[in-house]
């Protein structure tokens, strides 16, 4: 692929939409009255309660929890899954499984007819499912399965995002496959929907951190060095095999290296493999690499030693002994603008375009666009509403209204508006009955907020009473071990929820001097220098407590810190 077609693709697929057929994927149907139950004493996470509908991450390892493959799996009925797989580890899959398979009423069905998988993704790719489906693409999740007829076309529908954006797979039978991508061009039009080349594909995928089995992880990996453990893996179900060796490492520490970006400084791609090291030392190995567009660096995976995982920290190594500049980085290295941000400024694009043109019918489009990537962006119903009521299309503009009462049957908005556009119409009885509909819901919604200010209120008072409880009680610790850890942690929370920041800082900071991983003590203490305008004394502790987050491999942290102390350092403080 040239330069040119990465450039023209790549910015498609960050701002619009694109589609590329799935042809290293595969679907596999498992049928038993037993299969959750099986599944769920096999693998990783928690299929047992799954809705109808809804599906996950998954994985699968052995005793030693190392990564024998890893997958999705979507509940089509009480009996029935489909699981998603790269081809290339579904026979592995099923094999290892069937190694623990007696009796179970479960049996695999590899030769399932929806063999066409199609990726279809990008921000705007809820708009164009959409227009494919007539069903409101946004409100599903990640993971959820639903069947859709498309032109005549039974095609099952997954929400799985391959490069970082919205996104869903389209699996129909491979004699429709030709329709399927002719009905995806022409719902596509609107957005300008493309295919795209293999090589944008991965360089998507790889700006989204998400790494591949085989070349990014394999059967040498334990399952948290691979990151994994944050989507595929419940700390909440029963056993399945390899789960003491994960429950373990979760709860005593962090794997020696994990899977963690790194941006390199010189512009050459490392090679596979590539040995990163500072001076004799090794620190880590190279996977996947890319030249990255939304960065303008080079990015790469790689697995890097603990006491080198901290993000933004540039280090002088040596990649298979040739000298290079590397600085760390959190994965994903591109983050997307959610679904409602994205809403929000088309809405501000169409109305500036409203006030400027007499045409309303590119900010119409914009609005429409809005909505379908956020079926719930209640302000862009209301402005398109507006203009299609000034182009007299009154019954597009009920129907509209419509569908936001149905959504959100709350909405007070969609009922007012209905109410207007009846009185238009000369409907005064269905403009009454929705006026009386907005005001019942106005009235509910003051009663609940009522009741909802009294439950906090009383709430209020019995956390006040805990909390006076707790900081007499780890005074009382306190007393007879000055530096215990729960004690002086518990107290240092509760005064910095409480306002007494002053007092907060004493036993914050005996935690961080002799605990020196607790990772959630040096973010509760950098907040509570910010509450006191000490900015500069916390970014230092934010930055100490990233480096013991990476170390430990407290993600939730760590990325609060990175945020906080990045919100810092652009403030100029």
Same mark, same amino acid.
């Given at each position: 692929?040239?330069?040119?077609?990465?450039?023209?693709?790549?910015?498609?697929? $960050?701002?619009?939409?694109?589609?590329?057929?799935?042809?290293?994927?595969?679907?596999?149907?498992?049928?038993?009255?037993?299969?959750?139950?099986?599944?769920? +004493?096999?693998?990783?996470?928690?299929?047992? @309660?799954?809705?109808?509908?809804?599906?996950?991450?998954?994985?699968?390892? &052995?005793?030693?929890?190392?990564?024998?493959?890893?997958? *999705?799996?979507?509940?089509?009925?009480?009996?029935?899954?489909?699981?998603?797989?790269?081809?290339?580890?579904?026979?592995?899959?099923?094999?290892?499984?069937?190694?623990?398979?007696?009796?179970?009423?479960?049996?695999?069905?590899?030769?399932? =007819?929806?063999?066409?998988?199609?990726?279809?993704? %990008?921000?705007?790719?809820?708009?164009?499912? #959409? @227009?494919?489906?007539?069903?409101?693409?946004?409100?599903?999740?990640?993971?959820?399965?639903?069947?859709?007829?498309?032109?005549?076309?039974?095609?099952?529908?997954?929400?799985?995002?391959?490069?970082?954006?919205?996104?869903?797979?389209?699996?129909?039978?491979? &004699?429709?496959?030709? &329709?399927?991508?002719?009905?995806?061009?022409?719902?596509?039009?609107?957005?300008?929907?493309?295919?795209?080349?293999?090589?944008?594909?991965?360089?998507?995928?790889? #700006?989204? %951190? /998400?790494?591949?089995? %085989?070349?990014?992880?394999?059967?040498?990996?334990?399952?948290?060095?691979?990151?994994?453990?944050?989507?595929?893996?419940?700390?909440?179900?029963?056993?399945?095999?390899?789960? #003491?060796?994960?429950?373990? /490492?979760?709860?005593?520490?962090?794997?020696?290296? !994990?899977?963690?970006?790194?941006?390199?400084?010189?512009?050459?791609?490392?090679?596979?493999?590539?040995?990163?090291?500072?001076?004799?030392?090794?620190?880590?190995?190279?996977?996947?690499?890319?030249?990255? =567009?939304?960065?303008?660096?080079?990015?790469?995976?790689?697995?890097?030693?603990?006491?080198?995982?901290? =993000?933004?920290?540039?280090?002088?190594?040596?990649?298979?002994?040739?000298?290079?500049?590397?600085?760390?980085?959190?994965?994903?290295?591109?983050?997307?603008?959610?679904?409602?941000? $994205?809403?929000?400024?088309?809405?501000?694009?169409?109305?500036?375009?409203?006030?400027? #043109?007499? @045409?309303? &019918?590119?900010?119409?489009?914009?609005?429409?666009?809005?909505?379908?990537?956020?079926?719930?962006?209640?302000?862009?119903?209301?402005?398109?509403?507006?203009?299609? *009521?000034?182009?007299?299309?009154?019954?597009?503009?009920?129907?509209?209204?419509?569908?936001?009462?149905?959504?959100?049957?709350?909405?007070?908005?969609?009922?007012?508006?209905?109410?207007?556009?009846?009185?238009?119409?000369?409907?005064?009885?269905? !403009?009454?009955?929705?006026?009386?509909?907005?005001?019942?819901?106005?009235?509910?919604?003051?009663?609940?907020?009522?009741?909802?200010?009294?439950?906090?209120?009383?709430?209020?008072?019995?956390?006040?009473?805990?909390?006076?409880?707790?900081?007499?009680?780890?005074?009382?610790?306190?007393?007879?071990?000055?530096?215990?850890?729960?004690?002086?942690?518990?107290? %240092?929370?509760?005064?910095?929820?409480?306002?007494?920041?002053?007092?907060?800082?004493?036993?914050?900071?005996?935690?961080?001097?002799?605990?020196?991983?607790?990772?959630?003590?040096?973010?509760?203490?950098?907040?509570?220098?910010?509450?006191?305008?000490?900015?500069?004394?916390?970014?230092?502790?934010?930055?100490?407590?990233?480096? !013991?987050? +990476?170390?430990?491999?407290?993600?939730? =942290?760590?990325?609060?810190?990175?945020?906080?102390?990045?919100?810092?350092?652009?403030?100029? +403080?």
């Amino acid at each position: 692929m040239t330069v040119t077609m990465l450039t023209e693709e790549h910015p498609q697929a $960050r701002e619009g939409c694109v589609y590329f057929i799935l042809d290293d994927w595969c679907l596999v149907e498992a049928k038993g009255k037993d299969t959750f139950s099986f599944l769920q +004493s096999q693998t990783t996470n928690d299929v047992l @309660n799954l809705a109808i509908g809804a599906g996950l991450s998954n994985a699968l390892v &052995d005793r030693k929890a190392r990564l024998l493959c890893n997958f *999705s799996l979507h509940k089509t009925s009480d009996t029935t899954a489909l699981v998603l797989v790269e081809t290339h580890q579904r026979d592995t899959l099923i094999n290892q499984l069937e190694e623990y398979h007696f009796r179970e009423d479960l049996a695999w069905n590899t030769e399932t =007819p929806f063999n066409f998988l199609v990726a279809l993704q %990008g921000p705007k790719s809820p708009v164009v499912l #959409e @227009n494919l489906t007539a069903s409101v693409a946004g409100l599903h999740t990640t993971h959820d399965i639903f069947s859709a007829n498309i032109g005549g076309i039974e095609t099952w529908v997954i929400c799985k995002n391959l490069t970082g954006e919205e996104g869903y797979i389209l699996a129909c039978t491979a &004699d429709r496959k030709e &329709d399927l991508l002719q009905a995806l061009h022409q719902a596509g039009k609107s957005v300008g929907i493309a295919p795209i080349h293999s090589e944008t594909r991965e360089t998507l995928r790889i #700006e989204a %951190g /998400i790494p591949i089995y %085989g070349r990014d992880m394999d059967k040498n990996h334990i399952l948290p060095e691979t990151g994994l453990e944050h989507t595929s893996v419940s700390y909440h179900k029963g056993c399945y095999i390899g789960q #003491e060796v994960i429950a373990r /490492i979760k709860t005593y520490g962090s794997p020696a290296f !994990a899977l963690m970006g790194i941006i390199l400084e010189d512009g050459e791609l490392p090679a596979m493999d590539a040995t990163i090291k500072i001076k004799t030392k090794k620190i880590g190995v190279v996977k996947s690499s890319v030249y990255s =567009p939304s960065l303008g660096k080079v990015i790469a995976l790689a697995y890097l030693q603990k006491d080198f995982r901290s =993000p933004d920290r540039t280090y002088e190594v040596t990649l298979n002994d040739a000298p290079t500049t590397i600085t760390t980085c959190l994965l994903p290295f591109y983050q997307t603008a959610g679904k409602t941000a $994205r809403a929000k400024q088309l809405h501000q694009q169409a109305l500036a375009q409203f006030k400027k #043109e007499e @045409n309303l &019918d590119s900010p119409i489009a914009l609005l429409r666009e809005a909505i379908a990537l956020d079926p719930k962006y209640a302000p862009g119903y209301e402005a398109l509403g507006v203009m299609l *009521s000034k182009q007299n299309k009154l019954e597009e503009a009920i129907a509209l209204m419509k569908r936001l009462a149905e959504i959100d049957p709350q909405e007070i908005m969609a009922h007012t508006n209905l109410s207007i556009y009846y009185m238009q119409q000369g409907r005064i009885e269905d !403009a009454e009955m929705e006026k009386g509909e907005a005001t019942a819901i106005q009235f509910e919604k003051l009663v609940e907020e009522n009741q909802a200010k009294k439950a906090r209120e009383k709430q209020a008072s019995q956390n006040k009473e805990e909390q006076e409880r707790q900081v007499e009680m780890f005074h009382k610790v306190l007393e007879i071990d000055a530096v215990d850890q729960v004690a002086n942690f518990g107290l %240092g929370s509760i005064y910095l929820d409480t306002g007494k920041y002053e007092e907060a800082l004493g036993p914050l900071k005996t935690v961080v001097e002799h605990y020196r991983d607790h990772s959630a003590a040096y973010l509760v203490l950098g907040k509570t220098l910010e509450k006191l305008s000490r900015k500069e004394e916390a970014a230092e502790v934010y930055k100490k407590g990233i480096e !013991a987050a +990476s170390k430990k491999g407290d993600l939730m =942290p760590l990325r609060d810190m990175q945020t906080r102390l990045n919100q810092i350092l652009h403030s100029g +403080s």
